[in-house]
């Protein structure tokens, strides 16, 4: 198993998760972070078989990515730093897009039923507790965060009883 | 204790009174004598506290400060769309209309900043604010424009200029806006570029050209733009511009989340704010409901940061109009889109009319432009939801300290003063729009310990704040009276007030909205600006 941090300055998430997952198609956890020094943007650090790494880096090099692997980093100057921060956070910090057992956290089930997954260290009922019968819908969408360590699923009350906190159609735009 | 060198690094050297005018480049001394008009600067060292002494924000109970009793109380909303913003549709006369409708005596129009719109609709827009003064003379309305922010969020901005009210306007907008000049996105230059947008706001003033200008961030923790740093660097650039936030958002009806507050953390967030923060309680911003969050911990500092509420309206809820079908590019091709057609129905928007849910009540010395500007400087401003509050009178009594102030005043006493706070409140007896008569079940008292100078700027957090006394109305009362004594006072402190119909409270916190209830009128909530207590 080796970790890749992998900085390509993507202003669009959506667009580094895509560029990563074609390079890694099956990834053991794949997590997004964001890089705050210069222009705001997104590096990534993504886990994954060692027998498939080294495809993987050529793969991410050849699309301009800076790529850190076991202290060292190869790529544009400008994303050395992302790209090392990002493989520094891997399983401390950041949001989650592919991680074991997300296939069990699909569809509508109870925050106890969804706790039994293992697939998140804890759920998070950010407006307050839920009792454990309390229906999630997770609109087969779940993207938990990394919270020292801890992989943590983040959810708000709905009048259906709960939903995850991010959203896969946010509203960015308007007023 | 180096409190001359702490000021230096975080105000400018103008609004510093430690700084003599002699030392002061010639631009800079138009500055504080603008800053001493208004009574935000004192003349010299006043020998009042430290914590008095900062007196480049906030206002400091001086000859400046009204009396109490000669205030006229006139609501407004200060964030409203037109047909001149790529998002929305009304016209200016169908917003005034309607703000007149609802009880709204001022009001601004803030279309987005665009290129399109900058150069194709601001003329026009002025146009319909000019028939819609003629046909409302009693309704003060500005032209202003909602700021895309370099590096942070949106902001209301509105000049006072009674020769000229467009040309520096106009100028903002093509030089400043985060759209225009491709400043939107989070980094430090982009900060400083706000920053700059300021400087040239109060550079306008200082040559004339305008006579006040005001900035207000709007619906602030909506995207998690704006980080406690960015704040507190507006306000210590521009404390005469930069005054406050929205307490509160406006698509108070959006179906998905309260106000829009939908999101999770995004490209150009601060990565310091909790997930919470990105969703509304009781219909207001998390900067505002969260009792010892950052509201709180601006107010520490012992300086003004006021709260707003306002419509943001993009499209009425409940209106029959709708946007007309252009082509592809209409907007960018025109910067404002045809009038709506009346399509015979009325549709679910996301948004109320002016002064229809939300209304900002400001303690105008007279009803003027300026009276207006100065009272929303001067943070005399208390905001409400539903029509759950119909006058608030807030007075506080300091042992000793001559006139009382009122909400965003100060009082001085001696250390072991006593400090009286005396509210009047009015509460509703008409029906709201929504056909209600609400009723008011708490008013909460809120005390703030002013500790000064955040050592760290991106503190968020103030944790000596607490509710001291909860004050529930008598079921017959219409008009109420409370009192409450802190006696014996011994550090600067500040209240504020708070207040719910009681719907939907977590003990006296208000709880986070829920998503798809769509549900504002069944959770009502009123806060005032905060009085400072300073010890001598």
């Given at each position: 198993?080796?970790?890749?941090?992998?900085?390509?300055?993507?202003r669009?998430?959506?667009?580094?998760?895509?560029?990563?997952?074609?390079?890694?198609?099956?990834?053991?956890?794949?997590?997004?972070?964001p890089?705050r020094?210069g222009q705001a943007h997104?590096?990534?650090?993504?886990?994954?078989?060692?027998?498939?790494?080294?495809?993987?880096?050529?793969?991410?090099?050849?699309?301009?990515?800076?790529?850190?692997?076991?202290?060292?980093?190869?790529?544009?100057?400008?994303?050395?730093?992302?790209?090392?921060?990002?493989?520094?956070?891997?399983?401390?910090?950041?949001?989650?897009?592919?991680?074991?057992?997300?296939?069990?956290?699909?569809?509508?089930?109870?925050?106890?039923?969804?706790?039994?997954?293992?697939?998140?260290?804890?759920?998070?009922?950010?407006?307050?507790?839920?009792?454990?019968?309390?229906?999630?819908?997770?609109?087969?969408?779940?993207?938990?965060?990394?919270?020292?360590?801890?992989?943590?699923?983040?959810?708000?009350?709905?009048?259906?009883?709960?939903?995850?906190?991010?959203?896969?159609?946010?509203?960015?735009?308007?007023? | 204790?180096?409190?001359?060198?702490?000021?230096?690094?975080?105000?400018?050297?103008?609004?510093?009174?430690?700084?003599?005018?002699?030392?002061?480049?010639?631009?800079?001394?138009?500055?504080?004598?603008?800053?001493?008009?208004?009574?935000?600067?004192?003349?010299?060292?006043?020998?009042?506290?430290?914590?008095?002494?900062?007196?480049?924000?906030?206002?400091?109970?001086?000859?400046?400060?009204?009396?109490?009793?000669?205030?006229?109380?006139?609501?407004?909303?200060?964030?409203?769309?037109?047909?001149?913003?790529?998002?929305?549709?009304?016209?200016?006369?169908?917003?005034?209309?309607?703000?007149?409708?609802?009880?709204?005596?001022?009001?601004?129009?803030?279309?987005?900043?665009?290129?399109?719109?900058?150069?194709?609709?601001?003329?026009?827009?002025?146009?319909?604010?000019?028939?819609?003064?003629?046909?409302?003379?009693?309704?003060?309305?500005?032209?202003?424009?909602?700021?895309?922010?370099p590096s942070g969020?949106?902001?209301?901005?509105?000049?006072?200029?009674?020769?000229?009210?467009?040309?520096?306007?106009?100028?903002?907008?093509?030089?400043?806006?985060?759209?225009?000049?491709?400043t939107n996105h989070t980094s430090p230059a982009n900060e400083?570029?706000?920053?700059?947008?300021?400087?040239?706001?109060?550079?306008?003033?200082?040559?004339?050209?305008?006579?006040?200008?005001?900035?207000?961030?709007?619906?602030?923790?909506?995207?998690g733009r704006y980080s406690?740093?960015e704040?507190?660097?507006?306000?210590?650039?521009?404390?005469?511009?930069?005054?406050?936030?929205?307490?509160?958002?406006?698509?108070?009806?959006?179906?998905?989340?309260?106000?829009?507050?939908?999101?999770?953390?995004g490209t150009d967030s601060w990565a310091?704010?909790?997930?919470?923060?990105?969703?509304?309680?009781?219909?207001?911003?998390?900067?505002?409901?969260?009792?010892?969050?950052?509201?709180?911990?601006?107010?520490?500092?012992?300086?003004?940061?006021?709260?707003?509420?306002?419509?943001?309206?993009?499209?009425?809820?409940?209106?029959?109009?709708?946007?007309?079908?252009?082509?592809?590019?209409?907007?960018?091709?025109?910067?404002?889109?045809?009038?709506?057609?009346?399509?015979?129905?009325?549709?679910?928007?996301?948004?109320?009319?002016?002064?229809?849910?939300?209304?900002?009540?400001?303690?105008?010395?007279?009803?003027?432009?300026?009276?207006?500007?100065?009272?929303?400087?001067?943070?005399?401003?208390?905001?409400?939801?539903?029509?759950?509050?119909?006058?608030?009178?807030?007075?506080?009594?300091?042992?000793?300290?001559?006139?009382?102030?009122?909400?965003?005043?100060?009082?001085?006493?001696?250390?072991?003063?006593?400090?009286?706070?005396?509210?009047?409140?009015?509460?509703?007896?008409?029906?709201?729009?929504?056909?209600?008569?609400?009723?008011?079940?708490?008013?909460?008292?809120?005390?703030?310990?002013?500790?000064?100078?955040?050592?760290?700027?991106?503190?968020?957090?103030?944790?000596?704040?607490?509710?001291?006394?909860?004050?529930?109305?008598?079921?017959?009362?219409?008009?109420?009276?409370?009192?409450?004594?802190?006696?014996?006072?011994?550090?600067?402190?500040?209240?504020?007030?708070?207040?719910?119909?009681?719907?939907?409270?977590?003990?006296?916190?208000?709880?986070?909205?829920?998503?798809?209830?769509?549900?504002?009128?069944?959770?009502?909530?009123?806060?005032?600006?905060?009085?400072?207590?300073?010890?001598?």
């Amino acid at each position: 198993m080796t970790v890749l941090g992998v900085d390509a300055g993507h202003r669009d998430r959506a667009a580094l998760e895509r560029m990563i997952l074609d390079a890694v198609p099956d990834p053991i956890l794949l997590c997004t972070h964001p890089v705050r020094h210069g222009q705001a943007h997104h590096a990534a650090s993504v886990e994954l078989n060692s027998s498939t790494a080294t495809k993987a880096t050529e793969a991410l090099l050849a699309q301009g990515a800076a790529v850190a692997k076991e202290g060292q980093v190869t790529g544009p100057d400008e994303y050395i730093l992302g790209a090392g921060e990002a493989l520094t956070k891997h399983r401390r910090e950041g949001r989650a897009v592919r991680f074991p057992n997300q296939d069990r956290l699909r569809g509508t089930l109870t925050l106890a039923e969804a706790e039994a997954t293992g697939a998140v260290d804890r759920i998070d009922s950010l407006g307050g507790p839920l009792p454990p019968e309390t229906l999630l819908a997770t609109h087969d969408f779940v993207r938990p965060t990394y919270r020292a360590g801890e992989l943590v699923l983040e959810i708000t009350p709905s009048t259906t009883g709960a939903i995850p906190f991010e959203l896969e159609h946010q509203h960015i735009c308007g007023h | 204790m180096g409190h001359h060198h702490h000021h230096q690094h975080h105000h400018e050297p103008y609004a510093d009174e430690a700084v003599p005018d002699t030392e002061l480049p010639p631009g800079d001394l138009a500055r504080r004598r603008f800053l001493q008009r208004l009574g935000l600067v004192g003349v010299a060292a006043t020998g009042i506290g430290m914590m008095a002494a900062p007196a480049s924000a906030g206002t400091p109970q001086g000859p400046s400060a009204p009396n109490p009793s000669r205030l006229r109380w006139l609501a407004g909303d200060h964030h409203v769309h037109t047909q001149s913003s790529y998002d929305a549709m009304h016209t200016v006369a169908q917003q005034v209309a309607a703000g007149r409708e609802h009880g709204l005596d001022w009001m601004v129009i803030t279309d987005h900043g665009h290129v399109a719109h900058e150069k194709f609709a601001v003329e026009q827009t002025y146009a319909d604010v000019l028939a819609a003064r003629r046909a409302n003379p009693s309704m003060l309305l500005w032209q202003g424009l909602e700021w895309n922010v370099p590096s942070g969020e949106h902001a209301t901005v509105f000049f006072d200029a009674a020769r000229d009210e467009l040309t520096a306007l106009r100028a903002f907008e093509k030089l400043f806006d985060g759209n225009i000049n491709g400043t939107n996105h989070t980094s430090p230059a982009n900060e400083a570029t706000a920053l700059a947008g300021l400087r040239w706001m109060s550079g306008q003033i200082d040559r004339g050209a305008i006579d006040s200008a005001l900035m207000i961030a709007n619906h602030p923790s909506r995207n998690g733009r704006y980080s406690p740093h960015e704040f507190r660097n507006l306000r210590d650039t521009a404390p005469h511009i930069a005054v406050g936030m929205e307490g509160s958002p406006g698509a108070q009806n959006d179906g998905g989340h309260r106000g829009g507050y939908g999101n999770a953390p995004g490209t150009d967030s601060w990565a310091g704010w909790p997930s919470e923060s990105y969703r509304t309680f009781g219909g207001f911003d998390w900067m505002t409901a969260k009792l010892g969050g950052l509201w709180d911990s601006m107010l520490a500092e012992g300086r003004g940061w006021w709260i707003t509420s306002n419509s943001d309206i993009h499209s009425a809820n409940g209106s029959t109009l709708a946007s007309p079908s252009v082509p592809d590019g209409w907007y960018d091709a025109h910067g404002r889109y045809p009038d709506p057609v009346d399509t015979g129905t009325p549709h679910n928007y996301a948004d109320f009319w002016p002064g229809q849910f939300s209304r900002t009540v400001v303690g105008a010395t007279s009803h003027t432009f300026r009276g207006v500007m100065d009272a929303l400087r001067q943070g005399r401003v208390w905001v409400t939801m539903g029509g759950l509050l119909s006058d608030l009178d807030v007075r506080v009594h300091g042992e000793g300290a001559g006139q009382p102030a009122t909400l965003g005043g100060r009082v001085a006493v001696r250390r072991g003063a006593d400090v009286t706070v005396r509210i009047t409140a009015r509460l509703a007896t008409t029906p709201n729009a929504a056909g209600d008569i609400p009723r008011l079940a708490r008013l909460d008292l809120i005390r703030g310990a002013v500790t000064g100078p955040a050592a760290d700027r991106d503190t968020f957090t103030n944790p000596q704040v607490s509710v001291v006394e909860s004050f529930t109305p008598r079921r017959q009362d219409t008009v109420v009276h409370f009192e409450h004594i802190f006696r014996n006072v011994r550090d600067p402190f500040y209240v504020r007030l708070r207040g719910t119909d009681g719907k939907r409270s977590n003990g006296l916190e208000p709880m986070m909205d829920v998503q798809g209830a769509a549900a504002p009128w069944d959770d009502l909530w009123c806060y005032a600006n905060p009085v400072f207590v300073d010890v001598r």
